[in-house]
């Protein structure tokens, strides 16, 4: 395997590898069939992480693809999460003073947006940035590779609100295959520029098998896939941490995929929450 740091301390990383193989087979997922018959599976996988530090941005799909401009507000609970005032990683706000993120985009410090549909807007209305007090990890995170990717963030007062500020509950159900689900963000363009406003693309969720099949040497069971399609709809770097909205409820967190993003039949993985409503009504608990 090869690993290629992206130049932040604790920020994601550029991992590659092959997957098994599978037996030629077709699936249904929805309206699409995945068919792996001959070399769909063979060829060689780039594992990325999708956060992004400052400039260190690098080629490969930078951009939720083929999405739209959200509605403005459309998705109260979306948060931005900014280190030395550069935009990092997305988050979703859980409760009037939690943040829940991807592992991986863990920082010393953060400041969080909410409230926001245009990063550029220094004091947009209805806007809030607030400082964070601490954030805990998953204790399991990385255990095994790229495994249990959240964390909590607590802000240093609770966020009242508002039209343009909401929390979201968690499912409590895990996704089924088929689901139609909405994943948000302010991910690079493909131009390799950051969008003016927030990105929304509606996606699907993947059945396990297919999932596990082609992420196998590090398919986890906190893990499941969304995307993939002819489509080529698809969250990617830029986008970790931030929310994948299913049946009204956040089912996900934008965790990792294939370098070129977007390809048609290449799902990316999301964190699978149900998986962890105890940890995370624990943390909030005793915090």
Avoid at 109 to 132: C, D, F, N, R
Avoid at 153 to 176: F, W, Y
Avoid at 183 to 202: A, E
Wanted: net charge negative; hydrophobic share 35%; proline share 7%.
């Amino acid at each position: 395997m090869l690993i290629s740091p992206m130049g932040a301390p604790s920020g994601g990383s550029r991992r590659e590898h092959s997957p098994a193989q599978d037996p030629g087979a077709q699936r249904q997922r929805g309206a699409d069939v995945m068919t792996t018959a001959g070399n769909p599976w063979g060829w060689f996988l780039g594992y990325l992480i999708l956060g992004v530090t400052g400039s260190q941005a690098s080629g490969g799909g930078n951009h939720i693809i083929n999405g739209e401009d959200c509605i403005p507000h459309s998705q109260p609970w979306q948060a931005a999460l900014f280190t030395e005032d550069e935009f990092f990683c997305g988050g979703v706000l859980v409760h009037p003073q939690w943040v829940l993120s991807a592992a991986h985009c863990f920082q010393k410090s953060y400041t969080i947006g909410l409230g926001l549909h245009s990063l550029e807007a220094s004091q947009e209305p209805g806007s809030v940035m607030m400082e964070a007090t601490f954030s805990i990890q998953h204790p399991e995170y990385n255990k095994p590779f790229i495994a249990n990717d959240l964390m909590l963030i607590k802000l240093e007062e609770s966020v009242p609100g508002s039209d343009a500020i909401q929390n979201i509950s968690i499912a409590s159900q895990c996704p089924t295959a088929g689901d139609s689900c909405l994943v948000s963000g302010w991910g690079q363009l493909m131009n390799g520029r950051q969008p003016q406003v927030l990105q929304c693309v509606n996606i699907s969720v993947v059945p396990e098998e297919i999932c596990s099949a082609f992420y196998a040497s590090v398919f986890h069971p906190s893990m499941f896939c969304a995307g993939g399609g002819q489509d080529r709809k698809d969250s990617c770097r830029g986008d970790s941490g931030g929310p994948l909205v299913c049946n009204g409820s956040l089912q996900g967190l934008v965790s990792f995929g294939q370098v070129q993003c977007g390809q048609p039949y290449v799902p990316s993985v999301y964190t699978n929450l149900c998986k962890f409503t105890d940890w995370i009504q624990k943390t909030i608990q005793d915090n």
